[in-house]
C-alpha cells in the first residue's frame, strides 16, 4: 500500500526531534514508528534524555493509536538488552584473565580457560566477540 504521510519530527518538541530518531509513517492499516533510541552508555550522561525521549514516543504511539484508530507498529534499535548477558561482552568491561583466573579449579588453569570461556558464553547465552 501507500504511504499516507510522514512526519520526521513527530514528538513536537525540538529538543527531541533535532536529531532525527524517530520517523513516523501513516499507511493505510497502520501507523509505523522507525527509531534509534538514544544510548546511555556515556556514563549514563545521556539517561535522562533516552528516559524523556522513551516516554515521549510511548506518550506518541498512544495519541496515533487513539487519533487513527489504527495499529501502531514500533520498529528500529531501541538501545535496550533484556539481562546483561544479551549484551555485547566488550561493553562489559570485564578482563577476562581476572575472570578465568577464578576457575582454575574447574580448568585446571590458564592453558585450558578457552574452554571455560567458551562454556560460560554458551550457557550465559551471549555473542561473544573477538577477545584480546
Not at 51 to 70: E, I, N, P, Q, V
Request: net charge negative.
Amino acid at each position: 500500500g501507500l504511504t499516507a504521510g510522514a512526519d520526521c519530527a513527530p514528538f513536537g518538541d525540538e529538543v527531541l526531534d533535532e536529531e532525527g530518531r524517530c520517523i513516523m509513517t501513516e499507511h493505510e492499516n497502520f501507523v509505523l514508528f522507525n527509531v534509534y533510541v538514544p544510548n546511555d552508555s556515556l556514563g549514563g550522561k545521556r539517561l535522562p534524555y533516552k528516559l524523556r525521549f522513551l516516554d515521549a514516543l510511548k506518550a506518541r504511539m498512544d495519541s496515533a493509536r487513539r487519533d487513527t484508530g489504527k495499529a501502531v507498529v514500533l520498529v528500529g534499535d531501541l538501545n535496550m538488552c533484556r539481562r546483561a548477558q544479551d549484551m555485547d561482552w566488550g561493553s562489559r568491561m570485564v578482563n577476562i584473565e581476572t575472570f578465568v583466573t577464578g576457575f582454575t579449579g574447574i580448568a585446571g588453569g590458564k592453558e585450558e580457560s578457552g574452554s571455560v570461556v567458551n562454556k560460560l558464553g554458551k550457557e550465559l547465552g551471549s555473542w561473544w566477540g573477538e577477545m584480546r
